[in-house]
């Protein structure tokens, strides 16, 4: 199981994009890579086809899966996801989300499971 996957939210962090995010748009994981919409334009020389004219494109390259991470909107940050077995024995994705007080001491922490945020989106 794939810890980043179609259509989850992401943030890049690390390279020229840093900061970035966007929605992963195509999954790549034979090689490890991910296309994400709207992050790390490329130009690219195109020449002439049958049915399209030849010029200069702007596409969105791919990235390595190591320099994203899974965009939490309830800590509104970058989060790692961890695998592992939910109560029916299949594998889920689930991310931790920890509360902290002003002493920077955790007074709260849960696990929450990816799949449930897709299918509220």
Same mark, same amino acid.
């Given at each position: 199981?794939?810890?980043?996957?179609?259509?989850?939210?992401?943030?890049?962090?690390?390279?020229?994009?840093?900061?970035?995010?966007?929605?992963?748009?195509?999954?790549?994981?034979?090689?490890?890579?991910?296309?994400?919409?709207?992050?790390?334009?490329?130009?690219? %020389?195109?020449?002439?086809?049958?049915?399209?004219?030849?010029?200069?494109?702007?596409?969105?390259?791919?990235? %390595?899966?190591?320099?994203?991470?899974?965009?939490?909107?309830?800590?509104?940050?970058?989060?790692?996801?961890?695998?592992?077995?939910?109560? %029916?024995?299949?594998?889920?994705?689930?991310?931790? %989300?920890?509360?902290?007080?002003?002493?920077?001491?955790?007074?709260?922490?849960?696990?929450?499971?990816?799949?449930?945020?897709?299918?509220?989106?």
């Amino acid at each position: 199981m794939r810890k980043i996957r179609r259509g989850d939210e992401v943030i890049v962090i690390s390279g020229r994009n840093k900061g970035q995010r966007g929605r992963v748009r195509v999954a790549i994981p034979d090689k490890d890579r991910v296309i994400i919409e709207g992050v790390n334009i490329v130009k690219r %020389h195109r020449a002439r086809g049958r049915a399209r004219q030849a010029g200069i494109i702007e596409m969105e390259a791919p990235l %390595h899966v190591s320099n994203v991470m899974f965009w939490s909107p309830r800590a509104n940050k970058g989060v790692r996801v961890h695998v592992k077995q939910d109560e %029916h024995g299949k594998n889920a994705r689930y991310y931790v %989300h920890e509360e902290k007080d002003k002493d920077g001491k955790v007074t709260k922490r849960e696990e929450i499971m990816i799949e449930a945020i897709a299918v509220e989106r």
